[in-house]
């Protein structure tokens, strides 16, 4: 195979892209998202056509896409795509384009690049965090994603935060319906929230760490106790998994200190205390997923 083909799934856009053994981009092409299942297939089509016709290939196609997959079924349960619903998506896909289609988690998918051509490389097990509107996770060993039977493995963000104490912030309901997830409260939505509950007002990520930067002590405050928040979540990604590497993408990439600062505070909700994982910083960044989505047909 002379590339490898991919296509990042989202709810506002479909990005495909071709890319070589060594992750290197050959092509991409974006296009909107659109609101029908039929429309979506046809999207899909053109948006794999066009970067097939750039880079020269025939390749089969790997699909990230932000809900939980059943192989056995080839569908998908998505609340950001509710039309995917009832679909079996990558045998209508596979008849759409000509070709075999292989599917995984979003999350997942970045791990995957980042485990093979990026801040991962060289070690045997990695777990990649995108910490953005939501809280997502995969992991790989060995080079190979960890899926488990239902699609569930590292979906951290829907387990509740541990060690929860009453200035973490309000404790919410998740889009996934249970009370108290990691996500609510170490999501950048997670962080606007806590920062309106220690300060009575509102402001955007991006507001949040311009006051930060200029000392303003309310917003650093939030930003104190925010750590300490992403801290527990990462105890839990250690307990289950005990990563060498933990990747992390996303908005938490843009707050002043932040690898310092969790990797100071993470032993105190370990039993050991001086933890071996290295947790880094994120390769790829936006292109994580559409790469490891590619690299779904590596071997």
């Not at 195979?1 to 856009?13: H, P, R, W």
């Not at 092409?29 to 020269?56: I, M, N, Q, R, W």
């Not at 999350?107 to 953005?132: D, N, Q, R, W, Y």
């Not at 880094?280 to 994580?288: D, N, R, S």
Request: a negative charge; aromatic letters at 8%.
């Amino acid at each position: 195979m002379s590339s490898f083909l991919g296509l990042d799934i989202g709810g506002t856009k479909i990005a495909a892209g071709a890319f070589t053994h060594d992750g290197e981009k050959l092509a991409q092409h974006v296009l909107p998202t659109p609101s029908t299942y039929e429309d979506f297939l046809a999207v899909c089509a053109k948006a794999v056509a066009e970067v097939s016709g750039e880079a020269d290939s025939t390749a089969p196609v790997g699909v990230g896409l932000p809900c939980a997959i059943d192989q056995e079924k080839g569908s998908v349960i998505s609340v950001n795509l509710p039309f995917l619903a009832d679909h079996f998506f990558r045998d209508d896909l596979e008849k759409q384009l000509g070709r075999k289609v292989r599917l995984a988690n979003d999350a997942h998918c970045m791990a995957l690049a980042e485990a093979l051509h990026g801040a991962g490389k060289g070690s045997p097990s990695v777990f990649g965090m995108t910490i953005g509107t939501g809280v997502g996770g995969g992991f790989v060993y060995q080079g190979k994603i960890v899926e488990g039977p239902n699609g569930l493995a590292a979906e951290v963000g829907h387990i509740p935060l541990p060690y929860h104490e009453k200035k973490d912030g309000p404790v919410v309901r998740c889009g996934c319906g249970a009370v108290g997830c990691i996500e609510t409260f170490a999501s950048m939505r997670g962080l606007e929230r806590l920062y309106k509950f220690v300060t009575g007002k509102e402001a955007n990520g991006p507001e949040i760490v311009t006051q930060v930067r200029n000392r303003d002590e309310g917003a650093i405050e939030v930003l104190d106790r925010y750590y300490d928040v992403v801290a527990k979540a990462m105890s839990v990604v250690i307990y289950a998994y005990d990563p060498e590497v933990i990747v992390v993408s996303g908005g938490g990439n843009d707050l002043p200190l932040f690898y310092e600062e969790i990797s100071q505070r993470w032993g105190q909700y370990c039993v050991v205390k001086e933890l071996k994982t290295r947790l880094v910083k994120a390769t790829h960044g936006p292109m994580a997923g559409l790469l490891g989505a590619a690299l779904l047909w590596r071997d």
